[in-house]
């Protein structure tokens, strides 16, 4: 029998963890799974479809039993989305080389990284309308004869106050592994249920094809 202040506990801890209780918060969590997209991922899913079907006519080969393609078809599946989750764990650690990004898992500052650059960018192109208005140049396609010049000329010329350029930091492989931590936690979680039903699946293949054997 539980005691009173287990039965304290619980309550207090259920009342913790029951998840968002607002329409707005509920809707916001419904859509956790579609993130990545790989929930999304399976036959019946006409842009796989092909690919996936493609793969289990392989695994089977030149046999045609119905239970031995259904099989083949899980396995094929799952194979499709652990591809589809190394590529995307390439991705993350490749986002993450930018110095300026964080995991995805500590919250999402791309939108902050955006405005920021382009702000540089609007600093940039202010750059270059001074110096096609100091060189009386319309275009930059007109610059290709006098090219030469005009950088000879720009780099005897002193530093002027106003805009530098601003360098972007970048990671090397190992910061940005360290970084994408959070991030490859969470598509380890799809990695272990792919290989667990790929596991499952080719134990089903190879007992089906066994029985087809035996049969007389």
């Known amino acids: ?18 998840g968002p209780r607002t329409a707005a918060g509920k809707a916001k969590i419904s859509q956790n799974a579609y993130r990545h997209g790989f929930a999304a991922i399976h036959h019946g899913n006409s842009v796989e479809r092909s690919q996936i079907e493609q793969m289990a006519k392989a695994i089977c080969g030149h046999l045609s039993d119905p ?22 764990c390439i991705g993350v650690i490749e ?37 096609r208005a100091r060189f009386g140049v319309a275009e930059w396609g007109l610059l290709d004869p006098l090219s030469d010049r005009v950088l000879e000329e720009l780099e005897n ?45 080719v134990r089903n293949f190879i007992e089906s094809l066994a029985t087809r054997h035996c049969r007389p």
Do not use: H
């Open 157 to 201: 010329q002193p530093p002027q106050p106003g805009w530098k350029p601003t360098p972007i930091p970048e990671r090397d492989e190992l910061d940005a592994v360290c970084e994408a931590l959070p991030d490859l936690q969470r598509l380890a979680r799809y990695q272990r249920r792919a290989w667990s039903r790929r596991n499952r699946a």
């Open 95 to 131: 986002r993450l080389r930018d110095g300026t990004t964080i995991a995805l898992a500590k919250g999402d500052n791309s939108l902050a990284v955006a405005r920021a650059r382009c702000l540089e960018f609007d600093r940039a192109a202010e750059e270059l309308d001074r110096i």
């Open 1 to 18: 029998m539980n005691s009173a202040r287990r039965i304290a506990a619980n309550q207090m801890n259920g009342r913790k963890g029951r």
């Open 67 to 88: 239970l031995l393609f259904e099989q083949a078809l899980k396995i094929a599946e799952s194979e499709f989305l652990l591809r589809c989750v190394s590529a995307e």
